[in-house]
């Protein structure tokens, strides 16, 4: 008897393998649709977002910049004396916001009439698994539609010594009950930004050591530049062009970092660590080579643009299948699927717009093309840019740090891309959103009326040069 004719094998039309914010979803779709539904979960129930990416850190991104705003009270004619950090606050703060959110997603999954299954899965075939049971055992099912969410995980890089010494990464540096004296990170990317800037203003000593050029790769380097400017105004160190060599822990208990820095070897010393170099996918516990689903080298699911993998009824969505990592990329996944497999349409992942912000702060928001990849498709490209010191919103607020840049197709005056490093630079980015998926052309807002004194206006003034 085949494994799938088992009758140990308890079926289901539709098994979802992690419940982040596509999975989660999906799963209460499918229900609504008639579908009997498993959703397996090893860990946590909402996936990163919730649990250890978006909400806790932006919960602690908040209290840092109450921090800040306290110890800039005189600026603004207001005396706050005492100020102190309560780093097991703020991390009770923290935990108390997650469980909260964690406890919604499960009501909302339950509610919607799906099992909930706690347990780690692997394929054991083409349509079947074995999930080992958070509490113990074993159950085997079988479905002829799979969707796998397993989403991913910090990674540590191939450094010498780094395993011998004691280090954290983004989940592990959020429970830390003490703020570290010299916090040193490994990486410039979103992650090492925000936690260097947040730890910064809980009262460390911050160093970021980045080998490549500028902050934020995947920016231009005149915005990652304007970023390097007010961390290092905020008391940061940015180390670029760095590459480490190894890692030592003292007997002091410091953390020893040896950097081969442009022409110079340095060593820098600090009580804490953070690795903030990359993440890794979650699907090497999966077996999926017995569904016949294929991975890259780096071990993201390979799937189309339909997000389907190799193998037929399994669908893959989120950052595990490659897709950006952000919350509100693997919930359109999410949407694609539904049309699809649910409301018979043909949707796809392509052509879609790409917004988020970086929450420092002031905060970096991005939509569409940065001038680099603009120059590549475009033959002729303009370029707006303002600092926020030109915002009399900004000036009134004493948040004036930052800088605006709108880049234009100059042939049809259409905007295709914007960063905005500034106050609420991802609420203002997504105005920006909104007029390029309108497909207004810029001497519209040049030209339009908007309330003063509001951030709103910086889309007259920046295209004024234009």
Do not use: W
């Not at 609504?32 to 978006?54: D, Q």
């Not at 934020?216 to 007010?230: F, G, H, K, P, V």
Request: charged residues 25%; hydrophobic residues 40%.
């Amino acid at each position: 008897m085949a494994e799938n004719d088992s009758p140990e094998a308890e079926q289901y039309d539709a098994i979802i393998i992690g419940s982040g914010q596509g999975g989660g979803p999906l799963s209460t779709a499918l229900v609504a649709a008639g579908k009997r539904t498993a959703l397996i979960e090893r860990e946590y129930i909402g996936g990163t977002c919730i649990n250890t990416g978006c909400s806790p850190t932006k919960t602690m991104v908040a209290s840092a910049r109450v921090a800040y705003l306290a110890r800039r009270g005189p600026e603004y004619g207001v005396e706050v004396e005492g100020e102190t950090v309560d780093q097991k606050v703020v991390r009770q703060r923290k935990r108390n916001l997650v469980a909260s959110f964690e406890a919604g997603s499960r009501r909302a999954i339950e509610a919607g009439g799906v099992e909930i299954i706690m347990g780690e899965a692997r394929f054991t075939g083409p349509k079947s698994i074995e999930v080992r049971l958070r509490g113990g055992g074993t159950r085997h099912l079988h479905a002829d539609l799979f969707a796998i969410d397993t989403g991913s995980r910090p990674a540590d890089p191939p450094l010498p010594g780094l395993s011998a010494v004691p280090h954290f990464n983004s989940t592990t540096l959020m429970e830390v009950d003490e703020v570290p004296e010299h916090l040193l990170i490994l990486g410039g990317g979103y992650i090492a930004v925000e936690f260097g800037q947040m730890f910064r203003r809980f009262g460390s000593r911050v160093t970021i050591v980045e080998r490549g050029a500028h902050l934020l790769a995947r920016e231009d380097s005149d915005m990652a530049e304007a970023l390097r400017a007010i961390f290092e105004e905020d008391g940061i160190e940015v180390l670029l062009n760095a590459t480490v060599k190894d890692v030592a822990s003292s007997v002091a208990g410091t953390v020893r970092l040896t950097a081969q820095i442009e022409d110079e070897v340095q060593v820098l010393v600090g009580s804490h660590l953070l690795v903030a170099t990359g993440r890794t996918p979650n699907t090497e516990v999966l077996n999926l080579s017995a569904a016949g689903v294929e991975v890259t080298e780096f071990g993201v699911i390979k799937v189309n643009e339909r997000l389907e993998t190799s193998a037929d009824g399994i669908y893959a969505l989120g950052e595990v299948a490659g897709s950006p990592a952000f919350t509100h990329i693997s919930y359109d996944d999410f949407r694609v699927l539904r049309a699809n497999l649910i409301e018979g349409g043909n949707r796809t992942t392509e052509d879609r717009m790409l917004p988020y912000t970086v929450f420092t702060d002031p905060q970096l928001g991005r939509i569409g093309m940065t001038e680099r990849e603009a120059r590549q498709v475009y033959p002729h490209v303009k370029v707006a840019t303002m600092p926020m010191a030109n915002v009399a919103r900004a000036l009134e607020t004493g948040e004036s740090r930052g800088t605006v840049k709108a880049v234009v197709d100059a042939d049809t005056q259409q905007i295709v891309g914007a960063a905005v490093l500034g106050l609420e630079g991802g609420e203002i980015m997504a105005m920006f959103q909104l007029v390029m998926m309108g497909r207004i052309r810029y001497p519209v807002l040049k030209d339009a009326i908007f309330a003063h004194p509001t951030l709103a206006e910086l889309l007259n003034n920046v295209f004024a040069e234009l």
